[in-house]
């Protein structure tokens, strides 16, 4: 019988997505045993053409040449996952939505004229149907085995849509927000990390994208009568994950009441 084909594909990115899949030593040789790597380009030049059955694609959509290799991979493809927090959230790149992209080419390039890219860094889920979204930047290497092992058995993958807080209490990790005061996303945030950031004295900032259902208002009000200006708990929700709707809305939010003056 042939072995599943993999293609992992990557947009604008940094590459750290991929590279948590090469991280994951213990199970790839096992991974390269169970499907036929047909393109990988950050661990093979060689290519083997589609369709495949799994695509994993990293990276946002920024340029007219994005959106027409995004279709071109959906349409060679029969499950498309995305990982990390550009190819489900636009990225820290998507910075630029709330900003005048031609003034950052003009100020970046030297010769700006041969710059083709889009006003926008979105989601690929923005521009073609996806089956899988796996949030985290980077995403957790373990959590990317669990997706890929669960579509070979035919199952659905079990990851964690629960907030960080809960990972918090399994380790007995002392409350940073509770016992300091001090801001932490982590309420809102979606697990997968074991609450790196608490368990080192610091507030979550929310690399892994919003957890299920996350109450945004109620965060952010706790941190306003926590003393933090509104316009730090705006930048906050605009950091890798801030185009993702739920920060996004939020953000917006509280910018516009900000700038009306409430
Ligand atoms: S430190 Fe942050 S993530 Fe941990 S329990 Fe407190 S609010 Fe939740
Ligand atoms: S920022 Fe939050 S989600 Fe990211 S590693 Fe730290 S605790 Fe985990």
């Not at 948590?20 to 213990?26: I, M, P, Q, R």
Request: with cysteine.
């Amino acid at each position: 019988m042939s072995k599943p084909k993999l293609g992992v594909f990557k947009f604008a990115s940094c590459d750290g997505c991929q590279l948590s899949l090469l991280s994951a030593e213990d199970q790839l040789l096992e991974l390269a045993g169970a499907v036929e790597i047909g393109y990988f380009l950050e661990a093979t030049s060689k290519i083997a053409p589609g369709p495949y059955d799994i695509a994993l694609v990293e990276g946002s959509i920024t340029t007219p040449h994005d959106v027409e290799r995004i279709q071109q991979v959906r349409r060679d493809c029969k499950f498309l996952i995305t990982i990390g927090a550009c190819a489900t959230a636009g990225g820290i790149q998507a910075l630029r939505n709330w900003a005048d992209c031609d003034e950052f080419v003009q100020a970046v390039y030297a010769s700006p004229q041969f710059i083709s890219t889009l006003a926008t860094s979105t989601a690929i889920a923005d521009h073609v149907s996806v089956d899988f979204e796996l949030r985290g930047c980077p995403i957790n290497q373990y959590q990317l085995i669990e997706v890929i092992g669960s579509l070979l058995a035919g199952r659905r993958p079990r990851t964690r849509v629960h907030s960080v807080c809960l990972e918090c209490k399994r380790r007995g990790t002392v409350c940073v927000m509770v016992a300091q005061g001090t801001a932490c996303l982590g309420p809102v945030t979606q697990a997968g990390c074991n609450a790196i950031c608490p368990s080192f004295n610091r507030g979550c900032y929310g690399c892994h994208g919003p957890a299920a259902q996350p109450n945004l208002v109620s965060i952010t009000n706790q941190f306003a009568s926590d003393g933090v200006p509104k316009e730090q708990i705006v930048r906050s929700l605009r950091s890798f994950n801030g185009y993702a709707p739920e920060f996004r809305v939020e953000g917006d939010r509280l910018d516009a009441s900000q700038e009306s003056g409430e």
